[in-house]
């Protein structure tokens, strides 16, 4: 008994599209379209539909369509619809266009992620701030020796860096200097000059920038690693908190190092305006000496030894903060580490600006 019916080009099936008469209804539909192509297809008295029914008239209807035609389903009860678009493979590829958003509308997610980004970082910095004043009179869950291995780490092998650039620094200023001040006789206030910017301004700056670059960017891509690996899961799985285990340490040793490292970096910078200011301006050691004790007050020395500490308390904050944040793989750590040196140097001279303000 036929189970199809092909009139006015309407294809009519009147058995039920299941697994076990697929096969019968195929042959019966190549005889019958064998001179002409339906423009329709009839479903009115089909009841049950299983997923090897709808791959059927998905066949047909690609076959149909592969002869420049289409097909057109009619006649499909709900319960069928519901099978056909579970089973259809149109539905799996189907690609929804995202919307577009605008440019005020990704400005705002910005700024909130931005926001929530900065809240996260105080919380950070609360964290360690805590644990760093416990952990001077109780170093339980710390390394020992670690605070030593890290003044080594972000202090000594630091000194090279820091005094070859405060010594390209002070020099560069000074010959700039010494050019202006020659030409109005003033060569003796090169020393005053020199002093005050490095004490101030230079000696922290630099040394800060210098350490965000190569101290931070260590800091992030450590705490990253151990993030990606994890490491940091495993420590809290040992209930052993990783900011005390970790971050602290280094916290406490560059808190050490940094005023030392400033120390450092002013005395190269003015020893580069003194070779300029002997050798260009035909200043005495002891002329150039004693100006740069005299215009120097205890206010600018406390003042820049207490920047260069609050400097070094921000990079490893933002250094830590990034690593811990890090998500994926090594990619991950590479966008961490990039993002903990532009965050930290943007912060040190942010903050610098600030303290020029109040301290001017």
């Avoid at 002070?170 to 030409?183: D, E």
């Amino acid at each position: 008994m036929h189970s199809v019916r092909f009139t006015d080009r309407i294809l009519y099936l009147s058995k039920d599209l299941v697994f076990g008469t697929v096969a019968e209804l195929d042959k019966q539909v190549k005889e019958l379209l064998k001179e002409e192509l339906p423009v329709a297809i009839d479903l009115s008295a089909i009841d049950r539909i299983d997923s090897a029914g709808v791959a059927f008239l998905e066949e047909l209807q690609e076959r149909v369509k592969k002869k420049g035609s289409s097909l057109i389903m009619q006649g499909v009860s709900e319960e069928v619809k519901a099978v056909l678009k579970t089973f259809s493979s149109e539905a799996i590829v189907s690609v929804t266009t995202p919307e577009r958003i605008g440019y005020f509308e990704k400005l705002g997610t910005d700024l909130l992620a931005w926001g929530k980004d900065f809240f996260s970082s105080l919380l950070m910095a609360a964290d360690v701030f805590y644990w760093a004043l416990r952990g001077l009179a109780d170093h339980k869950g710390q390394r020992k020796g670690s605070l030593a291995q890290q003044c080594y780490i972000l202090g000594f092998q630091a000194i090279p860096v820091v005094s070859f650039l405060s010594f390209i620094f002070g020099f560069i200023i000074s010959l700039q200097a010494a050019v202006q001040l020659r030409q109005f006789g003033a060569d003796i206030f090169l020393a005053d000059m020199i002093s005050i910017s490095m004490v101030r301004e230079m000696g922290p700056l630099i040394t800060a920038i210098i350490i965000a670059g190569r101290s931070g960017s260590a800091i992030a891509s450590e705490i990253a690693s151990m993030q990606v690996s994890e490491e940091i899961d495993a420590l809290r799985m040992m209930a052993i908190n990783p900011i005390r285990y970790v971050v602290v340490p280094k916290f406490h040793a560059i808190t050490i190092v940094m005023p030392l490292l400033v120390t450092f970096s002013i005395m190269v910078g003015v020893f580069g305006g003194l070779l300029i200011g002997m050798s260009y301006l035909d200043l005495s050691l002891v002329t150039f000496y004693s100006r740069s004790v005299e215009i120097l007050s205890l206010k600018d020395v406390v003042v820049s030894l207490g920047k260069s500490t609050f400097f070094a308390w921000v990079i490893v904050i933002i250094g830590s903060h990034f690593g811990f944040q890090v998500r994926g793989g090594a990619e991950g750590v590479g966008k961490a580490t990039t993002n903990s040196v532009v965050a930290s140097i943007f912060s040190v001279i942010f903050f610098d600006a600030l303290f020029s303000l109040i301290y001017l």
